[in-house]
RNA sequence: GCUCCCUUCGUCUAGUGGUCCAGGACGCUGCCCUCUCAAGGCGGAAACACGAGUUCGAGUCUCGUAGGGAGCACCA
């Protein structure tokens, strides 16, 4: 029988960075087994459902490669199934109606509480086998096995046994007429024929009672993966305030998905002392089995760090057209200056994100608005300065192939003729290029600008290195 | 309160009873390279939460303690 995941969010949001991993890890685990990764949108909670959450998912699955086979899969497109297969629960005597109002119920817990024992539900309807009525507070409850233990071989976490006793008979049905989320995996995970349940470590306390609807069904229980959290960098858990940002964000700050992926791999799982894994590393490598049992942080530098590897490794041309999205996003025209890729070629050493390039890239795209004083005044008012950019000006003015390796010659033969070591050459010419004393290589620096723009900007230096 | 889960350098991790005075990576840091900034090269500091037990031998197994987390809904 062939692996089969699936990746159930409630789109209620975007998809945050643990979602994402929950996806990944999904998706691995069908693609290494050759079987199918579905997605399932639970979308029960009419309240906090939205569309825009829906296509936020989709959108950000997608930016990273993680495409479903199947789906998606609405839970509010099979409330007939539901209901059918409740009806059937009801029928084989494994559910029955409770009437108990909301305050009983609280009541009810209360009471449970004070004796220190959890709150649950007290099973009052359990053996009346009442009929079907007409009551606003009619839902369907589940005859939980009431003696023996849940024992399951979890994949992350290992052999976990849970007594039948702590487990209440929990509502399948409520009284709006909606399945509640455990019932609904359940048959929904039955239906689409689901051999890997692979999801956050929030709901190993649910898979007990998710493993006694299934045996009820004389359905097979399926394999589970129950993924630890992703912590923030405080070590607390992501909340809106601090890190929880969905997946697009990433993108916007500059990243590739390939290093979100790869980071994201390695964040609770490993192979050996590997750090960089293509996808297709991944797909052949991953096991759920392996995956850490304990929760992670998430570390913003490691990310850095990757992203930039991606930068330098990867063929420039192929991130040249994410660069220029990014120069776009800051109102910069890619036409209007070099190359994109031969940005990157020149950047990709210097920056973690394709953010930063662009914002660095944009001294080749629109005139130089600021001038740094400190620069100006060390490297333009010295007294060689004046010679070195009219010794440029002229012999870059006479070059005939405009291309790094020729300016690189140019430069040096500046340096040699006046006699002067390559950073008094280069400091010059770099803040007549820039008005930073920051920038790539000099021949870079000068090439990318462009023949008519490096002359007008060695030009203007030198005006301002007589300027007092 | 009850049940369940987690615990190796600051962070991500390797480690499945001896090969571990604990390895790699990020970060930090020293030196080298160098036209700036980086990148790169070579070094360095830095961890088995604690306590018992099992064993000839424990980071590795067991039990406790502490700390952290999740859940206990007609929310997923």
Redesign the pocket.
């Known amino acids: 029988m062939s692996v089969r995941t699936r990746f159930?969010?409630?789109p209620?949001g975007f998809l945050h960075i643990g979602g994402a991993r929950t996806a990944l890890y999904c998706w691995l685990e069908a693609r290494h087994h050759g079987g199918q990764f579905i997605l399932r949108v639970?979308?029960?909670?009419?309240?906090?459902?939205t569309d825009e959450a829906v296509q936020a998912i989709i959108d950000g699955m997608q930016w990273l490669g993680l495409e479903a086979d199947e789906g998606p899969v609405f839970?509010t497109a099979r409330l007939e199934r539901y209901r059918e297969v409740a009806e059937q629960l009801r029928a084989d005597g494994k559910a029955y109606y409770?009437?108990?109002?909301?305050e009983q119920?609280d009541a009810m817990?209360a009471e449970?509480?004070s004796?220190?024992?959890?709150?649950?539900?007290n099973g009052y309807y359990r053996d009346r086998d009442e009929p079907y009525r007409d009551d606003?507070?009619?839902?369907l409850?589940f005859k939980n096995p009431q003696s023996g233990s849940v024992v399951f071989e979890?994949k992350?976490?290992?052999?976990?046994?849970?007594?039948n006793s702590?487990l209440?008979d929990?509502?399948l049905?409520?009284?709006?007429g909606?399945?509640?989320?455990?019932f609904?995996?359940v048959v929904d995970d039955i239906d689409m024929g689901i051999t890997a349940v692979i999801r956050?470590?929030?709901?190993?306390?649910?898979t007990p009672r998710q493993i006694n609807v299934y045996q009820a069904l004389g359905a097979t229980v399926p394999v589970f993966a129950?993924l630890?959290?992703i912590?923030g960098?405080d070590?607390?858990?992501l909340s809106k305030r601090h890190g929880a940002v969905g997946v697009m964000q990433y993108r916007e700050d500059g990243y590739l998905p390939e290093a979100l992926l790869n980071y994201l791999v390695?964040?609770?799982?490993?192979?050996?002392?590997?750090?960089i894994f293509s996808v297709d590393e991944m797909v052949r490598l991953f096991d759920i089995a392996?995956?850490?049992?304990?929760?992670?942080?998430?570390?913003m530098?490691?990310?850095?760090?990757?992203n930039?590897?991606y930068l330098?490794s990867q063929d420039p041309a192929s991130i040249a057209p994410e660069l220029e999205w990014h120069l776009q996003r800051i109102g910069i025209d890619p036409t209007s200056g070099p190359n994109p890729a031969a940005v990157v070629t020149a950047l990709c050493?210097?920056?973690?994100t394709l953010k930063d390039m662009a914002e660095r890239a944009r001294v080749w795209y629109s005139p130089i608005t600021e001038w740094d004083d400190k620069a100006v005044k060390k490297h333009l008012k010295s007294v060689t300065a004046p010679k070195v950019l009219d010794a440029a000006l002229q012999a870059l003015g006479e070059l005939g192939d405009w291309q790094v390796e020729a300016i690189?010659g140019v430069?040096a033969r500046v340096a040699e003729q006046l006699e002067l070591?390559?950073?008094?050459?280069?400091?010059p010419?770099?803040v007549a290029m820039t008005g930073?004393?920051?920038?790539?290589?000099?021949?870079?620096?000068i090439y990318l600008a462009g023949r008519d723009v490096a002359l007008h900007r060695i030009k203007h230096a030198l005006d301002l290195s007589h300027a007092d």
Request: no cysteine; proline share 5%.
């Open positions: 159930a969010p409630s209620t639970e979308d029960t909670d009419r309240e906090r459902s839970q409770a009437y108990e109002s909301r119920i817990r449970a509480m004796r220190g024992e959890k709150p649950r539900y606003p507070n009619r839902v409850r979890d992350v976490k290992g052999r976990i046994e849970w007594s702590e209440d929990f509502v049905f409520r009284s709006d909606y399945p509640t989320y455990n609904a995996v956050g470590d929030d709901h190993v306390n649910n129950h630890p959290m912590l960098a070590g607390q858990k390695r964040l609770g799982w490993s192979h050996g002392d590997q750090e392996e995956v850490n049992a304990s929760a992670a942080r998430f570390d530098a490691k990310l850095g760090w990757l930039q590897q330098k050493d210097r920056v973690q690189h430069v070591g390559m950073g008094k050459v280069a400091q010419l770099r930073t004393q920051v920038s790539p290589s000099i021949d870079q620096t």
